[in-house]
């Protein structure tokens, strides 16, 4: 039935007896019930508002709503009055409505029918503390399942919290406030670089109050546990270097509040500058100890940066001219850190991969050759420089224009999706032309890997996977895996399992998924000794798993790498090298290369082998969300990245392989990622890399080598 309602304003209260209440949005045209039952005669309800305009309601029919209710405590069993109560659709992320909790901590809510609901509880704020209005608890979210029930129950036991209230400047001197803050706080970690939980909600001030509480107008807030650690990743726009993820890490300590509604006041700006030439000045310390020579303009940039840097910190109290000075010593530190990596990596690279060579010359009776002219070249290397190419390339002709442009650009190892799906479609089924493809490849002179052997993503996964209980899985993937590659023996000498750490659409536990780890690995020991294992992770930094922290009542599966990891040396699990994506693009933000650096560092640490087996960023595409390294994407900046970071991961001792992920724009994970695009055009990127190669390959100072050295001789 309609209703006619004037309303001059947008949002309407009702007051219709004790703890009842209409909330009716004129601008939107829907209405809640709000504390309190419907009444029994809807159609005897009068509205008395005196307004400009007026609009008609339609009462929904109240046998296709459903009642939602509970009751917001804290973790003392106290409860909570004044809390939000947010409900969202459960699959259509739309919102439903809002209310706020009684005296008594309860609410009650009618909205329309859904199979399932995220209902949001936020904690309502303290008195005004340093300027702001902080908030008292951790901020929680629920998901819950009708199943056909009439009323559902949802209560809420909120933890207390500190605040930490972030004071950012843009690069006009403006403070941001809420409304230009969303998306730029992607994740919090411990002191130690896990991910762990914390809350974005902004905080009131005097400005936002007096604006009618207007919260896109609010200021940027993070909710941490009390007496725990946190550092902050921001994705963060520096003038004249880029817009990538930055650390502010409080000297290393991360930052920590004890008590609750406590507020501690960053100034972004200063934290991220402080934090940024921390790390430079530590890493010039460490490769003047260890007797890197440091050119000039490095020496300089950096001297710049600690110099506005000490500027700024004697300006605290002007938050705009300390934020201004800061966003200049980043710049710099920026800059130096990179050219540092870049310095040292050249260096390493004269230092780990090459060494003199002596080649002794013999006559056909086995005396030396006096005074003879020797030309030697090097014609193969043990260090392995990849590229993924589509299951098309090899499964058809090899007489194929990108395998030649790959040669002629050294690159000597190839990356094959040798997943479930593809290798074994149907039970005992395999595709044994897929198999004989890659063997050509081989005979054709480049290295092989099988790459996803076990991936639980659903793009690779076969249906009848789906059916199989956790012992049924287990021997399947023990199985599956020996005759794969028992099928691949002799010409396919590396193996990986992907994702294991996130990637989980058959529902695994961990405990789980570390015996399936320990399962495949057994299999390819058995099935070929002298391979290589491989556990690959799609992103070092482990932002996917803060979302075990998103929905209280639910736990997904995600998990850091580096605590992946750990789980499977305690197992025992008997894997080679560490395989660390490095996209940036799509859902991966932007990074620097000091930023990159100190996570390989990271892994490093557990003293296995690294390889960079995914590289791809896009040669057009621009993702403000993702951010952009020195200036938006091009065919001239993805050449850029390639030559800096292969320079970069060339100069770590721990990196024994590189691939770039598709070779070809066609079948490239980033869009326009490819080296090559679709017409076999090799873009800048693809001589850059050729460069990359030939710089370390055919040096006269040396010879890349990785192990042993092959020459061939020349009259």
């Known amino acids: 039935m309609s209703h006619k309602v004037l309303a001059g304003g947008l949002i309407i209260l009702i007051a219709l007896g004790a703890d009842q209440y209409l909330r009716i949005d004129s601008f939107n045209r829907n209405w809640l019930w709000l504390n309190g039952g419907l009444p029994s005669d809807r159609s005897s309800l009068e509205l008395n508002i005196v307004a400009s305009n007026s609009h008609s309601f339609e009462f929904p029919d109240p046998a296709q709503n459903v009642w939602i209710q509970g009751v917001v405590r804290s973790n003392l069993g ?42 949001t509880v936020t904690s309502p704020s303290a008195s005004a503390t340093l300027g702001v209005y902080p908030r008292r608890f951790m901020s929680q979210r629920k998901r819950i399942l009708r ?51 914390s809350a974005y909600h902004a905080v009131h001030d005097d400005y936002s109050r007096a604006r009618d509480w207007d919260y896109e107008l609010a200021l940027p807030n993070i909710l941490i546990p009390l007496g725990t650690r946190r ?62 020579l440091l050119s000039q303009n490095l020496i300089t940039m950096s001297e710049a940066a600690n110099s506005l840097l000490s500027k700024a910190s004697s300006q605290v109290l002007d938050q705009q001219y300390c934020a201004s000075l800061s966003d200049k010593a980043l710049n710099q530190s920026l800059h130096a850190s990179e050219l540092l990596e870049l310095e040292k990596a050249k260096q390493n690279i004269d230092c780990y991969r090459k060494r003199p060579v002596t080649v002794r010359l013999l006559d056909s ?62 039970p005992g089924s395999y595709d044994q032309k897929r198999f004989e493809g890659a063997k050509l490849l081989a005979e054709r002179g480049f290295a092989l890997k099988g790459h996803a052997i076990i991936w639980f993503s659903p793009d690779v996964l076969p249906d009848y996977v789906y059916k199989m209980d956790f012992q049924k899985l287990n021997q399947s993937v023990y199985t599956h895996v020996y005759d794969v590659v028992m099928s691949c023996k002799g010409f396919v000498h590396c193996w990986e399992l992907n994702e294991m750490e996130v990637a989980n659409d058959v529902k695994l536990t961990l405990p789980q998924m570390i015996e399936i780890a320990r399962t495949a690995v057994r299999a390819i020991r058995k099935a070929d000794p002298t391979a290589r294992i491989n556990i690959s992770f799609t992103e070092p930094y482990g932002q996917h798993s803060k979302n075990r922290y998103s929905i209280a009542n639910e736990k997904p599966y995600a998990y850091v790498p580096f605590e992946f990891i750990q789980e499977l040396l305690r197992a025992g699990i008997d894997f080679d090298a560490i395989a660390l994506h490095m996209y940036y693009g799509g859902a991966y933000f932007a990074r620097d290369l000091s930023s990159i650096s100190r996570v390989i560092d990271w892994y490093a640490s557990f003293g296995k082998p690294i390889e960079i087996p995914e590289i791809e960023t896009s040669s057009a595409v621009f993702e403000p969300g993702i951010g952009y390294w020195h200036d938006r994407p091009s065919e001239r900046l993805q050449a850029e990245w390639i030559t800096s970071l292969y320079t970069m991961l060339l100069g770590k001792r721990c990196v024994d392989r590189i691939s770039w992920w598709s070779a070809k724009d066609t079948y490239a994970f980033i869009s326009e990622g490819g080296i090559i695009d679709a017409s076999n055009r090799p873009k800048e990127a693809y001589y850059a890399l050729k460069n990359v190669i030939d710089s370390v390959w055919d040096e006269e100072r040396g010879l890349l080598v990785c192990g042993g050295v092959k020459v061939r001789e020349k009259d």
């Not at 909570?80 to 909790?101: N, P």
């Not at 500190?162 to 406030?177: A, E, F, K, T």
């Not at 972004?268 to 530590?282: C, G, I, S, W």
């Open 78 to 119: 106290v409860p909570i009055e004044g809390a939000w109560v947010g409900i969202r659709h459960g699959s259509r992320d739309e919102s439903l409505g809002s209310t706020a909790t009684g005296r008594d901590g309860f609410f009650r809510m009618e909205v329309s029918e859904a199979d399932e609901y995220v209902v």
């Open 147 to 197: 199943q056909g029930a009439p009323e559902l129950q949802v209560d809420f036991d909120l933890e207390p919290v500190g605040n930490i209230v972030l004071y950012c400047y843009d690069q006009s001197g403006i403070l941001i406030r809420n409304k230009d803050w969303i998306g730029l706080l992607p994740y919090t970690t411990d002191e130690h670089g896990l991910i762990a939980s």
């Open 231 to 292: 550092v902050i990743n921001v994705l963060w726009e520096v003038s004249g270097f880029g817009k990538i993820i930055l650390v502010a890490d409080n000297g290393g300590s991360g930052y920590v509040i004890d008590t609750q509604a406590g507020v501690q006041i960053l100034l972004m700006n200063y934290e991220l500058a402080k934090t940024q030439a921390r790390y430079l000045n530590d890493e010039l310390r460490k490769c003047r100890n260890e007797g890197y």
């Open 365 to 426: 009776a086995g005396n030396p050759i006096k005074d003879g002219r020797v030309r030697i070249r090097q014609t193969s290397t043990d260090f392995l420089f990849g590229a993924y190419v589509s299951g098309s390339v090899y499964r058809g002709s090899l007489d194929n224009p990108l395998l030649d442009l790959l040669s002629k650009a050294r690159v000597n190892y190839l990356t094959l999706h040798l997943n479930w799906k593809a290798t074994e479609p149907t």
